[in-house]
């Protein structure tokens, strides 16, 4: 588990910003609890985790055998049944996945929370890939998307000429 900042010993604070921390800290929780109840009552809650940004999310999961889709959100907002960041992906056999979609904002470490547990998701149900395109439409982020898939691990094929191109992940 990563320590918050407000409890790593290793940084000099002073009395007030421990303070301020310590609050947001118990705000999070606080807020955790709730938005759990609420997601619980219609998906699988799979973890809690922290972004970049060292702000706790909630994730969870929506699976009908088709098509899976892992979600997150935040622990700062009331849960509202929508959720801040999700990966959408569809069973093309017993052994692979294809994610179809990325949604949410950019930049806030929810895309790298999701991937990983998707990856332990598909790794739990003996799911041996996780393939996806790039698209005409990924292109203005090309560089990006790239960046994001190998630092998962993913293997990256583009045709640039075309402008598409393919990922493939295999624990």
């Not at 310590?22 to 109840?37: A, D, G, H, P, S």
């Not at 904002?105 to 393939?131: A, P, W």
Request: with cysteine; proline share 2%; charged share 35%.
């Amino acid at each position: 588990m990563f320590a918050p900042a407000a409890l790593d010993p290793k940084q000099d604070k002073n009395k007030e910003t421990l303070i301020e921390e310590y609050e947001t800290l118990e705000f999070q929780i606080f807020r955790m609890q709730e938005n759990i109840k609420e997601i619980a009552k219609k998906w699988d809650i799979l973890g809690i985790d922290q972004t970049k940004e060292e702000k706790w999310v909630i994730v969870y999961a929506a699976d009908d055998g088709n098509i899976c889709k892992i979600m997150a959100h935040d622990c700062e907002t009331p849960f509202l049944g929508k959720w801040d960041f999700s990966i959408h992906a569809q069973y093309k056999n017993d052994h692979q996945v294809h994610i179809d979609d990325i949604r949410g904002e950019e930049n806030r470490g929810f895309g790298s929370v999701c991937m990983n547990f998707l990856k332990e998701y598909t790794k739990d149900k003996n799911i041996h890939t996780i393939s996806g395109d790039i698209s005409e439409r990924d292109w203005e982020h090309l560089d990006r998307l790239i960046h994001f898939y190998k630092k998962h691990r993913f293997y990256v094929d583009i045709e640039y000429a075309e402008q598409k191109g393919a990922i493939h992940w295999h624990p």
